[in-house]
């Protein structure tokens, strides 16, 4: 199986610690997005890149958030002095734009992070 | 400001009826509508999807039904399962496939 791929799967930190998340993409999907998810709401857009590029951030990532995605393929979250109101669901989706003008995104199974 | 609203939290509907998923949305800039299947543990499942130029779009048991005027949409399921039994999302874009937007959830039950 080829789909999104997301490590960890779970996290727990203490607050004012740094945690890192790796997505690995469906490996022709040009796009990637980071969307974060709370209890009984949608996910919710972080960012997005197109390759490498970062098109899009979301007024709601603050500058403790930053994302990567080097060389086109697997991208990387980082939140830097975590926050007890960063817990939450992070999930990453991938999409292949381009073939269509619409296109669906096809999401990994999400990192929980739990920040004590 | 909730651009994309499912004003139902929940729905349970019996085995082998129909269950509609309605979906309410604020931003007319929207030009493509998706809904999503998520179970437990696991990311999104993408289920069907209709772009503004048509008022209906069908997937096996799956219909969608956008009315553009009322900026409405909905999801039917005939007939249902109890492998339906998830959460559905219903989420906008704009014509680029950009600045995706996500409804809160409604959590269908389906009843054997």
């Known amino acids: 199986d080829t789909g999104v791929s997301q490590n960890p799967r779970h996290k727990i930190t203490k607050r004012g610690q740094n945690v890192t998340f790796r997505c690995d993409p469906i490996?022709?999907?040009?796009?990637l997005y980071w969307y974060r998810q709370t209890l009984g709401q949608g996910p919710e857009f972080l960012t997005y890149?197109?390759?490498?590029?970062?098109?899009?951030k979301s007024r709601l990532l603050s500058d403790r958030f930053s994302a990567e995605r080097p060389k086109g393929s697997f991208s990387t979250l980082e939140i830097q002095r975590t926050e007890q109101g960063d817990s939450a669901m992070y999930l990453c989706?991938?999409?292949?734009?381009?073939?269509?003008?619409?296109?669906?995104?096809?999401f990994g199974p999400g990192t929980r992070l739990t920040v004590l | 400001d909730q651009q994309v609203k499912q004003n139902s939290p929940s729905l349970s509907v019996q085995e082998g009826r129909i269950s509609i998923l309605n979906c309410d949305y604020t931003n007319s800039m929207f030009d493509y509508f998706l809904w999503y299947k998520k179970y437990p543990a696991e990311g999104p499942t993408f289920l069907i999807s209709i772009s503004s130029i048509k008022d209906k779009n069908e997937d096996g048991r799956f219909t969608v039904f956008l009315n553009k005027s009322a900026k409405h949409l909905s999801l039917h399921i005939v007939p249902s399962q109890p492998g339906d039994s998830a959460v559905y999302f219903c989420?906008?874009?704009?014509?680029?496939?950009?600045?995706?937007?996500f409804g809160p959830g409604t959590r269908l039950s389906v009843l054997p």
């Open positions: 490996s022709e999907h040009n796009r």
């Open positions: 890149f197109q390759n490498e590029a970062q098109l899009e």
């Open positions: 989706a991938s999409s292949l734009y381009g073939r269509s003008t619409y296109n669906e995104q096809f």
């Open positions: 989420a906008a874009s704009d014509n680029y496939g950009q600045n995706f937007v």
